[in-house]
């Protein structure tokens, strides 16, 4: 868990599927930066297309996406000299990992961060998105 001056915070790495569905994690503290951990999210997956907001705009990000094999559709960074294009129309979808975060909040000691501890938060959104997952399979009603 990292300092911040409220107090304790943590940082939670995501990545989804074209569901929406969660792939796999990490959790830092609330003080790194979000482009620090993109490369070892989607190191050992595959995907035709890697969506993702202005901050993911890194060249080495870029890089290691078209290293995959996929296509990187992240808008460039207002700053850059050179504007890299990219598909607007497929960037539209990016809106499901939103939607993933918003499906992993009802969980409610996962909105308020009950956990004190790293490896308890961490087990806790582990059993978070493992449900999530299980909720196609498993009928509730």
């Not at 050992?44 to 559709?73: C, N």
């Not at 939607?99 to 956990?115: I, Q």
């Not at 806790?124 to 399979?137: E, I, K, M, P, S």
Request: hydrophobic share 40%.
């Amino acid at each position: 868990m990292g300092r911040s001056r409220g107090g304790l915070t943590t940082k939670i790495h995501l990545l989804s599927n074209e569901l929406g569905l969660p792939l796999d994690f990490h959790i830092t503290g609330g003080q790194v930066n979000d482009c620090t951990q993109a490369v070892a999210l989607l190191g050992r997956h595959k995907a035709e297309a890697v969506l993702a907001d202005k901050g993911y705009d890194a060249d080495a990000i870029v890089e290691h996406i078209q290293a995959m094999g996929a296509k990187a559709v992240i808008p460039p960074k207002r700053n850059r000299k050179v504007q890299r294009a990219y598909d607007k129309d497929l960037y539209k979808q990016r809106n499901r990992i939103e939607r993933c975060f918003s499906k992993l909040k009802c969980f409610r000691r996962f909105a308020t961060r009950y956990e004190k501890s790293k490896a308890c938060f961490k087990a806790l959104v582990a059993l978070a998105c493992a449900w999530l997952h299980l909720v196609l399979y498993v009928d509730t009603a």
